[in-house]
Protein backbone atom coordinates (compact mmCIF):
# COMPACT_ATOMS: atom_id res chain seq x y z
CA UNK A 1 0.00 0.00 0.00
CA UNK A 2 1.37 3.46 -0.54
CA UNK A 3 0.44 6.56 1.35
CA UNK A 4 0.78 10.54 -0.04
CA UNK A 5 2.37 12.29 2.43
CA UNK A 6 -0.93 13.61 3.76
CA UNK A 7 -2.40 10.44 4.13
CA UNK A 8 0.79 9.40 6.06
CA UNK A 9 0.10 12.27 7.96
CA UNK A 10 -3.16 11.87 8.85
CA UNK A 11 -2.61 7.95 9.46
CA UNK A 12 0.81 8.78 11.93
CA UNK A 13 0.10 11.86 13.46
CA UNK A 14 3.31 13.37 12.27
CA UNK A 15 2.68 17.00 10.57
CA UNK A 16 3.37 17.23 6.85
CA UNK A 17 5.97 19.98 7.69
CA UNK A 18 7.57 16.98 10.14
CA UNK A 19 7.67 14.51 7.59
CA UNK A 20 9.36 17.30 4.72
CA UNK A 21 11.70 17.81 7.47
CA UNK A 22 12.35 14.22 7.86
CA UNK A 23 13.50 14.16 3.95
CA UNK A 24 15.56 16.62 4.11
CA UNK A 25 18.04 15.61 6.55
CA UNK A 26 17.40 11.89 5.42
CA UNK A 27 15.87 10.50 8.26
CA UNK A 28 13.06 9.24 6.36
CA UNK A 29 12.95 9.44 2.56
CA UNK A 30 9.60 8.52 0.53
CA UNK A 31 9.77 5.56 -1.68
CA UNK A 32 9.27 7.74 -4.59
CA UNK A 33 8.23 11.49 -6.13
CA UNK A 34 5.82 11.71 -8.16
CA UNK A 35 6.54 14.17 -11.47
CA UNK A 36 4.37 16.81 -9.54
CA UNK A 37 6.67 16.94 -6.90
CA UNK A 38 4.51 14.96 -4.39
CA UNK A 39 6.38 12.56 -2.28
CA UNK A 40 4.74 9.12 -1.29
CA UNK A 41 5.56 6.20 1.21
CA UNK A 42 5.62 2.20 0.96
CA UNK A 43 5.23 -0.30 3.56
CA UNK A 44 9.21 -0.05 4.69
CA UNK A 45 8.96 3.98 4.86
CA UNK A 46 6.12 3.43 7.02
CA UNK A 47 8.09 0.99 9.54
CA UNK A 48 10.87 3.20 9.48
CA UNK A 49 8.42 6.20 10.61
CA UNK A 50 6.61 3.71 13.51
CA UNK A 51 11.13 3.28 14.56
CA UNK A 52 11.55 6.78 14.13
CA UNK A 53 8.16 7.74 16.40
CA UNK A 54 9.11 4.95 19.12
CA UNK A 55 13.00 6.44 19.73
CA UNK A 56 11.20 10.12 19.85
CA UNK A 57 9.04 8.87 22.66
CA UNK A 58 12.00 7.75 24.32
CA UNK A 59 13.42 10.97 23.77
CA UNK A 60 16.40 10.72 21.41
CA UNK A 61 17.60 12.86 19.47
CA UNK A 62 16.80 12.69 15.23
CA UNK A 63 20.99 12.51 14.93
CA UNK A 64 21.06 9.48 16.70
CA UNK A 65 18.21 8.06 15.60
CA UNK A 66 19.19 8.48 11.83
CA UNK A 67 22.81 6.56 13.33
CA UNK A 68 20.54 4.02 14.46
CA UNK A 69 18.45 3.21 11.51
CA UNK A 70 20.95 3.79 8.99
CA UNK A 71 23.26 0.90 10.62
CA UNK A 72 23.27 -1.91 7.98
CA UNK A 73 23.52 -4.00 11.79
CA UNK A 74 20.38 -2.39 13.01
CA UNK A 75 18.26 -4.93 14.17
CA UNK A 76 14.20 -3.89 14.54
CA UNK A 77 13.55 -7.10 16.65
CA UNK A 78 15.55 -6.18 19.11
CA UNK A 79 15.17 -2.72 19.02
CA UNK A 80 11.81 -2.61 19.50
CA UNK A 81 12.11 -5.10 22.94
CA UNK A 82 14.29 -2.93 23.98
CA UNK A 83 11.31 -0.14 23.59
CA UNK A 84 9.17 -2.25 25.13
CA UNK A 85 11.58 -2.78 28.22
CA UNK A 86 11.95 1.17 28.20
CA UNK A 87 7.90 1.69 27.90
CA UNK A 88 7.46 -0.65 30.67
CA UNK A 89 10.05 0.80 32.87
CA UNK A 90 8.18 4.11 32.47
CA UNK A 91 4.70 2.82 33.06
CA UNK A 92 6.35 1.64 36.20
CA UNK A 93 7.73 4.54 37.14
CA UNK A 94 4.79 6.99 36.47
CA UNK A 95 1.78 3.91 38.11
CA UNK A 96 4.35 4.58 41.21
CA UNK A 97 4.08 8.00 41.14
CA UNK A 98 0.38 8.08 40.53
CA UNK A 99 -0.35 6.05 43.34
CA UNK A 100 2.04 8.39 45.42
CA UNK A 101 0.04 11.60 44.71
CA UNK A 102 -3.16 10.11 44.88
CA UNK A 103 -2.32 8.74 48.43
CA UNK A 104 -1.16 12.59 48.96
CA UNK A 105 -4.30 13.58 47.72
CA UNK A 106 -6.36 11.35 49.73
CA UNK A 107 -4.90 12.12 52.90
CA UNK A 108 -4.84 15.76 52.15
CA UNK A 109 -8.90 15.39 51.15
CA UNK A 110 -9.50 13.55 54.08
CA UNK A 111 -7.18 15.29 56.83
CA UNK A 112 -5.55 12.54 57.37
CA UNK A 113 -2.11 11.81 58.81
CA UNK A 114 0.51 10.72 56.53
CA UNK A 115 3.34 8.62 57.31
CA UNK A 116 7.28 9.95 57.05
CA UNK A 117 7.33 6.64 54.81
CA UNK A 118 4.97 7.67 52.32
CA UNK A 119 6.14 11.73 51.99
CA UNK A 120 9.54 10.06 51.83
CA UNK A 121 8.44 7.55 48.60
CA UNK A 122 6.37 11.02 47.04
CA UNK A 123 10.14 13.10 47.24
CA UNK A 124 11.67 10.50 45.96
CA UNK A 125 9.34 9.97 43.08
CA UNK A 126 9.20 13.76 42.59
CA UNK A 127 13.06 13.69 42.16
CA UNK A 128 13.33 11.34 39.86
CA UNK A 129 10.38 12.66 38.03
CA UNK A 130 12.62 16.26 37.63
CA UNK A 131 15.75 14.96 36.73
CA UNK A 132 13.90 12.61 33.80
CA UNK A 133 12.20 15.95 32.54
CA UNK A 134 14.80 17.96 32.77
CA UNK A 135 18.25 15.82 31.88
CA UNK A 136 16.33 12.91 30.70
CA UNK A 137 16.34 13.14 26.89
CA UNK A 138 20.27 14.30 26.46
CA UNK A 139 21.28 11.60 28.95
CA UNK A 140 19.21 8.95 27.42
CA UNK A 141 20.62 10.25 23.83
CA UNK A 142 24.22 10.25 25.35
CA UNK A 143 24.60 7.17 27.96
CA UNK A 144 21.21 5.01 26.80
CA UNK A 145 18.14 4.10 28.44
CA UNK A 146 20.12 2.16 30.71
CA UNK A 147 21.94 4.18 32.14
CA UNK A 148 19.17 6.54 32.82
CA UNK A 149 16.62 4.03 33.65
CA UNK A 150 19.65 2.77 36.38
CA UNK A 151 20.09 5.75 38.07
CA UNK A 152 16.46 6.50 38.31
CA UNK A 153 15.79 3.01 40.46
CA UNK A 154 18.81 4.33 42.31
CA UNK A 155 17.18 6.95 43.50
CA UNK A 156 13.98 5.33 44.13
CA UNK A 157 15.99 2.47 46.27
CA UNK A 158 17.54 4.57 48.47
CA UNK A 159 17.11 4.19 52.39
CA UNK A 160 15.62 6.95 54.50
CA UNK A 161 18.99 7.16 55.82
CA UNK A 162 20.76 7.40 52.38
CA UNK A 163 18.17 10.01 50.90
CA UNK A 164 18.75 12.14 54.16
CA UNK A 165 22.56 11.68 53.88
CA UNK A 166 22.30 12.18 49.72
CA UNK A 167 20.46 15.63 49.83
CA UNK A 168 22.56 16.91 53.09
CA UNK A 169 25.61 16.40 50.88
CA UNK A 170 23.86 18.01 47.92
CA UNK A 171 23.94 20.83 50.53
CA UNK A 172 27.11 20.53 51.35
CA UNK A 173 28.65 20.87 48.41
CA UNK A 174 26.68 23.64 47.17
CA UNK A 175 27.89 25.69 50.44
CA UNK A 176 31.12 24.96 50.47
CA UNK A 177 31.36 25.42 46.61
CA UNK A 178 29.89 29.01 47.24
CA UNK A 179 32.60 29.75 50.08
CA UNK A 180 35.26 28.81 48.12
CA UNK A 181 34.37 30.97 44.83
CA UNK A 182 33.81 33.89 47.39
CA UNK A 183 37.01 33.61 48.96
CA UNK A 184 38.53 33.62 45.74
CA UNK A 185 40.35 29.64 46.52
CA UNK A 186 42.06 27.84 43.54
CA UNK A 187 40.44 24.41 42.42
CA UNK A 188 43.57 22.92 43.15
CA UNK A 189 43.50 23.65 46.76
CA UNK A 190 42.97 21.49 49.40
CA UNK A 191 39.58 22.79 49.72
CA UNK A 192 38.61 22.06 46.01
CA UNK A 193 40.18 18.54 46.88
CA UNK A 194 37.90 18.06 49.80
CA UNK A 195 34.73 19.40 47.58
CA UNK A 196 35.93 16.53 45.06
CA UNK A 197 35.88 13.91 48.06
CA UNK A 198 31.70 15.30 48.92
CA UNK A 199 30.70 15.42 45.12
CA UNK A 200 31.93 11.95 44.49
CA UNK A 201 30.90 10.51 47.66
CA UNK A 202 27.48 12.17 46.71
CA UNK A 203 27.19 10.46 42.99
CA UNK A 204 27.95 7.31 44.18
CA UNK A 205 25.76 6.83 47.82
CA UNK A 206 23.38 5.30 45.56
CA UNK A 207 25.24 2.25 44.99
CA UNK A 208 26.58 3.38 41.78
CA UNK A 209 30.51 1.91 40.69
CA UNK A 210 32.86 5.03 41.39
CA UNK A 211 34.31 5.30 37.64
CA UNK A 212 36.96 8.41 37.65
CA UNK A 213 36.46 9.03 33.63
CA UNK A 214 32.92 9.50 34.34
CA UNK A 215 33.00 11.76 37.00
CA UNK A 216 34.84 13.54 35.14
CA UNK A 217 32.44 13.91 32.39
CA UNK A 218 29.94 15.02 34.85
CA UNK A 219 31.60 17.61 36.55
CA UNK A 220 32.40 18.70 32.81
CA UNK A 221 28.86 18.63 32.26
CA UNK A 222 28.32 21.25 34.15
CA UNK A 223 29.76 23.80 32.62
CA UNK A 224 28.85 22.95 28.88
CA UNK A 225 25.25 22.37 29.86
CA UNK A 226 23.69 25.83 30.49
CA UNK A 227 21.35 24.22 33.21
CA UNK A 228 23.71 22.64 35.42
CA UNK A 229 25.62 26.00 35.74
CA UNK A 230 22.32 28.19 36.09
CA UNK A 231 21.78 25.23 39.30
CA UNK A 232 25.29 25.92 40.86
CA UNK A 233 25.90 29.84 40.02
CA UNK A 234 21.98 30.12 41.55
CA UNK A 235 23.75 32.16 43.81
CA UNK A 236 27.50 32.42 43.47
CA UNK A 237 28.73 32.93 39.64
CA UNK A 238 31.47 30.27 39.03
CA UNK A 239 30.69 27.38 41.29
CA UNK A 240 29.92 24.75 38.34
CA UNK A 241 33.25 26.05 36.76
CA UNK A 242 35.27 25.38 40.51
CA UNK A 243 33.58 22.01 40.65
CA UNK A 244 34.50 21.42 36.75
CA UNK A 245 37.90 22.23 37.63
CA UNK A 246 38.44 20.84 40.84
CA UNK A 247 37.32 17.42 39.61
CA UNK A 248 39.49 18.20 36.67
CA UNK A 249 42.42 18.07 38.90
CA UNK A 250 41.75 15.79 41.66
CA UNK A 251 40.65 13.16 39.92
CA UNK A 252 42.94 11.40 37.89
Same mark, same amino acid.
Given at each position: ??? +???????? +?????????? /??? @?? #? #???????????? /??????????????????? =?????????????????????????????????????? #???????? @?????????? +???????????????????? /????????????????????????? *?? *??????? #??????????????? =????? +?????? @?????????????? *?????????????????????????? *??????????????????
Amino acid at each position: MEY +SIQELSRL +SGVTTRALRW /YDQ @IG #L #LKPSRVAESGYR /YYGGAEVDRLQDILYYRAL =GVELARIKECLDDPFFDRLAALKDHLVSLELERERLEK #LIRSVKDT @IGAEERKEFM +SDEQKFEAFKQRTVTHNEEV /YGAEIRAQYGDAEMDEANAAVLNLT *QE *QYREWTE #LGQELQSRLEEAVRA =GISPE +SEAGGE @ITAIHRRWLTITGN *QYDPAKHRGIAELYVLDERFTAYYDK *QVSGCARFLRDAVAHWVK
